[in-house]
């Protein structure tokens, strides 16, 4: 599944979470101007004492938001550029933009989240994780972070690494199914099918609407079947390659319906070849 469907979905919160700020911090600085209050919280409103001739004020809750410095709102805005060039597939000029951005602030950990998934879409799995690993030193509790730096470390081979890292994400967030459905891939591939399974399930049962678990679940018992094929158990290779089918057709049909039409395609051609 293409990681910029999530990518461009935080970028637009982010953008506007950025005007938010901005606006608010205005609001504040005005307020300023015209009231230095002594105390953080003004004295509440005592409804038992009334004046006909005044209106009554509602009690006002003064505090105080933080500012962004020039700094930071130059790395949030060129943040935010970037963001909208991975909306129009301008992947070159987002890396720049994620580029500029960590070199005016190069623990900024979002930045780093957002050019590791861009290099790893971008099949520089290397830097990727190094990025990752950048994030995780300054945020060690975001789950998400080691799931991508585990995907990363999957493309290139290096199994126990990716373990590693989703078994950490499932520390981090016991109910996650892409963690189990993406370390459940990893065993199946190391031929520990029944961890495998056992994590696949775990997958679909947090997260039914996931079609990769399906799909890695599918692989699974595709598997299972051509073993049974093999050492002449015709009876479980069917029945292996039926739920094979099963999965293989829930995944498509959720691929569809999340509009990942070429991924729903590659799953039909899988499970006509079986």
Sequence with gaps: MHPFSTIIKIGVVAALGGTAIIAYSELVASQEHHSSPSSTTTQKHNPLQTN???EQAEPIEHFRVPTLTTKEFIVERTLNQGLEKLDKKNYEGALQ???????????????????????QDMNDYQSAINDY??????????????????????????????????TKALELYPEDGFGYSSRGAVYSKLGDHQKAMKDLNKAIEFNPSRPEAYLNRGNLYSKLGDLKRASKDYEETIAFLQKATADYQQAAKLFSEQGYMAESQKVMNIMQAL
């Design 52 to 54: 006909s001739n005044e």
């Design 133 to 166: 690993t950048q994030a995780i030193a300054t945020n060690p509790n975001f789950s998400t972070t080691y799931i991508n730096r585990g995907n990363a470390y999957e493309a290139l081979g290096n199994y126990k690494k990716a373990i590693e890292d989703y």
């Design 97 to 119: 933009d994620f580029n500029q951005a960590l070199l005016l602030s190069p623990s900024h950990e979002r930045a780093r989240r957002l050019r590791g998934d861009l290099l």
